[in-house]
């Protein structure tokens, strides 16, 4: 749907001036009295037209109800006019169908307005800020936990606070209750199950099934489920029972690196970005599904490179973890001494102090970042007598969280909203 507030600014904008077209090209042109000028494709706009015969709307579904299969995509327009005093563009078809195009639904749309497109792309929730230490803390978003269990704008704000940084922080849910990962997970929308079950408890446990259980110690910087070829793209942790001394949380820009090591070290660069790592996972986890004690036995293996670079060469996606690590690596025997400098480079990286986010969850905190973009882990941890550190965490999907941003900029009357259909 389109908010109110963009209508109003558009009604407030311009007028349809005149309609000429369409050209050799099946091009219509459209000018406004304010002098702006917009190209449109004949055949899009019969196939977008905002008209019944061509969209189902309900508040249950927006679908078109024009099949490609009976779709004439040579067709042609009867007749084109300018109507209501500037304030509708109108085409009869050939088939008899009627469309009306108000001049603000032509505005937002105008395929050959760069400031248009520029804020559609904005739907994404793409491209992100990367940060290095420095940037972070300045920036570090916090909200109230209480704030966001009730307040729809405070749930919008967190989770467009984890789209553009990869991280935000709840703060002060009630110590030391179980609950807050399921109730934070409800607000979001749907938590993504793993091999660890829906919701999964860090704590210090006999026969771990994962180095996070296995002693106090600190671990090295990783993604989680690297064993993965779809790792989850989201993780959650909730603080139940902080340590006495140690396990706090550090948090790196893996994105931020992978561009440092571009331009600092181009060759470390070149083979993560080329050489594909292998990782397996092999063990069970005992969780529990409605009350029962549950065994999941896993053997998985998946392949791929510490740092992906997209179609335009832009760096979308890091993973990486060293305890999952596999013996494989498909490539000369020559080549493999290269390959492991490579990862230390990347490690050091990491490590390296201007990159670094360190904070405390105290008791009643989460946070929730982007796994396939920052790496994380603890430092080691002593306990107070009696007292194990115990965090909740559970994962999700960006295409939940994202659509639950959408959603509540459509409900919430946000500027950002933007159209559907
Ligand atoms: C946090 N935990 C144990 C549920 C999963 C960790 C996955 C990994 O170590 O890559
Ligand atoms: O113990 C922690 O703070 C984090 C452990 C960890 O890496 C994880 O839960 O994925
Ligand atoms: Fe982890």
Redesign the pocket.
Known sequence: MLSAHIIRNLRNASKLASVAGPNADRIVNVKWSDGKTGEFPLIWLRDTSPDPATYTISPAMTARNLTMLEFDVEQKAKKLWIDGDGDFLKIEWESGVLSTFPSEWLQIRNPSDQEARKRRRKVYLFPEETWGKEEIEKKLKRFSHEEFMKNDRVVHDFLEAVCIDGIAVLKGAPKGVRGAVEAIGDRIGMIKRTHFGIV?E?STKADAS???YASNGG?PF?T?FPSLSHPPQL?M?H?LQSAEEG???LFVDGFHVAEQLRSENPEVFRILTTHSMEYIEEGYDIHEINGKEFRFDYDMCARHKVIRLNDEGKVNKIQFGNAMRSWFYDCEPSQVQNVYRAMKTFTDHCYQSRNVLKFR?EDGDTVLWANQRLL???DG?KNAPGKS?T?T?CYFDWDIVKSRVRHLRDKLELEQNQPSA
Do not use: E, W
Request: hydrophobic share 45%; glycine share 10%; net charge positive.
């Open positions: 999964f860090v994962n180095m996070a671990l990783h989680d993780q942790l603080m396990g706090n949380s969850l994380h882990t603890r941890f550190r965090l965490g």
